[in-house]
């Protein structure tokens, strides 16, 4: 089929054209559209972390400071008990609380005493009803070694 006056061919030609330029606008499109997708999960991951290292505590925690004592309690922390010995009256409650970022025991050395796993924020309390000195450890970290005086 032949183009008498050769305008069909300008025709074809200014619709393949067009095809063509619509066809690369909407991949120019949809790759800023990727870019954009790529940049903003960028974003959350970087957020993510920066959160999750500016924790204060928690799991993976390097917070190495006991908190401030408070009187008959026992901070597990650091893989040791602090106060390492707690002087207490007859009758007191002695509360150990694990601010470690581990689970731990409290331990009797005489088998008096088993608090079984202290997980990580969790506490274990015992009520001393008798004068002597109690000397106990962790289970799991037999290094770990602490003293309740009774007096």
């Known amino acids: 089929m ?18 063509s330029h619509w066809a690369y606008s909407i991949q120019i499109a949809f790759m800023k559209i990727k870019i954009l997708h790529q940049n903003i999960f960028l974003l959350l991951i970087s957020a993510m972390a920066v ?11 390097n917070n190495t400071t006991p908190p401030p004592p408070v009187a008959n309690t026992v901070s597990i922390v650091s893989m040791s008990f602090s106060p390492a010995t707690l002087t207490v009256s ?18 009797s050395d ?7 796993d202290i997980t990580m ?16 450890h962790c289970t799991i970290h037999p290094s770990m070694k602490g003293t309740i005086v009774v007096k």
Not at 51 to 61: A, F
Not at 90 to 107: A, E, F, K, L, S
Not at 124 to 135: D, E, I, K, L
């Open 51 to 61: 959160i999750s290292c500016s924790k204060s505590s928690g799991y993976g925690s």
């Open 90 to 107: 007859v009758g007191t409650t002695v509360t150990w609380t694990n601010n470690d970022n581990m689970t731990h025991t409290v331990t």
């Open 121 to 136: 924020g969790s506490k274990y309390s015992r009520v001393f009803s008798v004068a002597g000195t109690y000397a106990y």
């Open 110 to 116: 005489a088998s008096g005493f088993d608090s079984g």
């Open 2 to 19: 032949q183009v008498a006056h050769g305008t069909g061919i300008h025709k074809l030609s200014f619709r393949a054209t067009m095809r």
